[in-house]
């Protein structure tokens, strides 16, 4: 009876054993796959360093400068697609750990890592975004702010992100030929204390250089910029007329009553003539009497950008389009012809129309909604 309880205890003992080596080598086995998906940067990428990064599958990252933190921080959380923005400190010397009271003095810059699902928001939205909320012709300072930390810059870790970034910042240089932003690689990155992260939700009265009436369009956005980048400047020459031209890249203006748009009351909407990134939709035309295509607003207010025009002895907004940067024309407020008190005076030369029932087949069939 003793050697056959003997030999039932040695069995329960095997089996113990069996299966303690068999979760400790399943669980050596997860971190391993763990830690092969999830990778710092700094183990991904030789000689970048920020060491609480995390490589997620399906997650792509950029660092951007845009003077206080604090409102790029809250800007970018405002994006969808956007799932995690960390205020910290970004490209300053080698061998210091930065810290908010010697930040100005080490060549660092107050810098937010924005990390991004790409199959939700494209790496060109986040960047006209950001580029919205900025003076992109100013050195080290933003808003009130003023010092060296608040230098901007764009910052990335890769040859595919390198590339969307030249190509947007070829186009801001276009719109801001005293072009002062920061392109560069990332070099190092340190995350800032933990009372600046989500400062301004846990402050709703600190300051913020960046106006609520941004915060909102950037979580109402509509159109990627991705799907219309501007041509080369070879292809923009080849593919517009003479007046298109003048029109969308040396700011000319067609004469009134003689374009092609100007009384056209077909229901669909209007694109860049260079990118195709659509602007307005016909249930936003009205006529003005000024024999020009007038708009009281966008399909989408984010593929617009507004510069100061003094040009002609007079004080005037003028409309670029985002993606292409293509001279529209204008936009004026406080006009009694207008069914809401704008209005978008928009050259022909700069436009493309697309009939509605045409809207699916060029790819424009996300769009239908706004046409109704």
Known sequence: MKKQLLIVISVLILAIISACNCENSCSEQNVAKKASSEMSISEEVEGIMDNTYVKREGVEV?????????????????????IEATSGYANGEEGVTPNYGIVSDTGFKETVRVEYKPAKVSLDMILFTYFRSIDPTITNKQGNDRGPQYQTGIYWVDDATKDIVLNIAEVEKGRFPDFAVEIEPLRNFFDAEEYHQNYLEKNSGGYCHISLEEFELAGKMIIDPANYRRPLPEEIKAKLTKEQFAVTQNGATEPPFDNEYWDNHEKGIYVDIVTGEPLFSSSQKFDSGTGWPSFTQGIDENVFVFLTDNSLGMKRIEVLSRAGNSHL????????????GVRFCINSAALRFIP??????????YLKEYVL
């Open 62 to 82: 950029i660092y951007l400068a845009g003077g206080c933190f604090w409102g790029t921080e809250k800007l970018m959380q405002t994006i969808p697609g956007v």
């Open 329 to 340: 024309g204008h936009v004026f407020y406080g006009k009694s012809e207008s069914p809401n």
């Open 356 to 365: 509605y029932d045409d809207m699916e087949s060029e790819g424009y069939g």
